[in-house]
């Protein structure tokens, strides 16, 4: 059954039902419209959640809690729900790729085709109600041609029978009806044919050129119900492609309770807490029925021994273990002054920090070490190729790192003496530092202080490879790790890389807190994707 058998003559129903059917894929694409926007201010509202309550790196709080399960699970979770929001996104970014723009360039393809159809049925009908006209005309002028040949008729027989015409009256009356006669005949014959065109064309018209069109427009109607239902599986599908990877998330939040240790909280709060001192002993009776003179018991009061000795070298801690706070201001009260050998603080943690210290001291001056090594190797390559550049404007560069490796070794040494004097061993990093003679050669300093001369090797093949015109590889970031991709990422996006499961990529740059990782392909293609779609091994 279709349109152009059973609706033949239902030309305003069938126009406003494809009318009504467009109006209907128009309001679908609003309406997913309307749910990515839902979606992406969910997502940007999980994201802003997450980095509310994350500590920045670098914050006075961080430090303390950094070692407590129960806050690295809580950030865990942060993370988690830092990528639960990235799966929102992508969910928005689909829904708008693969059904909105999909439905609306479709959309308009529709509303083109449904008008040529509907212009062509407005053609058929002018061109047959052209014909009625026609028709119409020919059919009157018949009428009134053989009105006028019958009363002419008629005048030539009365005419005729008047005694008193004469024969050449009668003979004109007799031409004139014989003349009415014969173009009412012609009318008669052209209304004839009038007619019969015009009952071809209807007969077209209502058998062949409406039913035709009523078919397209049915099987365009048919189109547009079967993509819009597609848009309806979409919708469903969509979400249920990012449903695996928000699982993992979940997977990774109840991952975070579980990791949870409250015994190794308590331990970590007495490791970073834990003072060092002995506890009080008792305190001595002064019997001043003995006649102690007022000066000696000031003195001894005043010079307390035992653990007494070491609450004075912490001043900010009170002698009673529950602090009594007081509106009036006393010395015993301020605050100690920090020093900085750490000297205000109890025994264990200034060695801790002392350590900690020297640890921060040492990876900066590697830091300025290597790039003192990269200095020379570039000024090396200057000298050998002055086209590259000059190697005396590296001068002030290569003086300022030398400055601050005299500098940091100085602290260095400095903490070491201290972290000895707290009863501690600095175990820092190791460290060669490069400063440059007037040949060019290479003064090498060992940790322990040592000096050795090495002479600069010859140029090669690969120094030049190292540092090109460009210096390529200086800008290239180093691999940090390795990623295996879970899943197929398109990588539609501007900035983001494709992937595809199975495939291994570097890691250049972890992810920020954002849920995007930075990788690069063996041919140096760079780009971002999604952490969750990935399994990601550091290097260690």
Known sequence: MDWGTELWDQYDIIEKHTQSGLELVEKYVKFVKERTEIEQNYAKQLRNLSKKYNLKRGSKDEPECSRFSSYQSFLDILNEMNDYAGQRELIAENMMMNICIDLTKYLQELKQERKTYLSEAKKAQQSLESTYKQLDSSKKRFEREWREAERAAQYAEKTDQDINATKADVEKAKQQAHMRAHVAEECKNDYAAQLQKY????????????????????????????????????????????????????????????????????????????????????????????????????????????????????????????????????????????????????????????????????????????????????????????????????????????????????????????LAEAGGRGETLRYRSHTFNNNGAHDVYSPDGAHSDESTPDASQAIYAEFDDDFEEEELTAPIGKCTAMYNFPGASEGTISMQEGEVLAVVEEDKGDGWTRVRRNNGDEGYIPTSYVTITLNK
């Open 199 to 418: 009952n071809k064309e209807q007969n077209q018209f209502y058998f062949n050129d409406m039913p035709l069109i009523f078919n397209k427009l049915q099987d365009m109607d048919e189109r547009r119900v079967r993509k819009l239902a597609q848009g309806y599986i979409l919708f469903s599908d969509t979400e249920k492609h990012v449903m695996p990877i928000i699982g993992k998330c979940l997977e990774g939040i109840t991952k975070a309770g579980t990791n949870v240790n409250e015994r190794n909280d308590s331990m970590a709060v007495i490791e970073q807490n834990k003072s060092g001192f002995e506890r009080p002993g008792d305190v001595e009776f002064e019997d001043y029925s003995q006649g102690i003179n007022r000066a000696s018991s000031d003195s001894s009061l005043g010079t307390p021994k035992g653990p007494m000795d070491l609450l004075g070298k912490n001043r900010s801690k009170n002698f009673w273990l529950f602090s009594k706070k007081s509106k009036k201001f006393t010395p015993e009260r301020s605050m100690p002054t920090v020093t900085e050998d750490f000297a205000h603080l109890p025994p264990e943690q200034r060695r801790k920090r002392l350590q900690q210290k020297l640890e921060e001291i040492a990876k900066e001056l590697q830091k300025e070490v290597d790039q003192s090594e990269a200095l020379g190797k570039m000024k090396d390559v200057y000298e050998k190729n002055p086209q590259m550049g000059d190697p005396a404007s590296l001068a002030s560069q290569i003086s300022q790192t030398s400055q601050n490796i005299e500098r940091l070794r100085g602290e260095l040494n400095k903490y070491e003496t201290w």
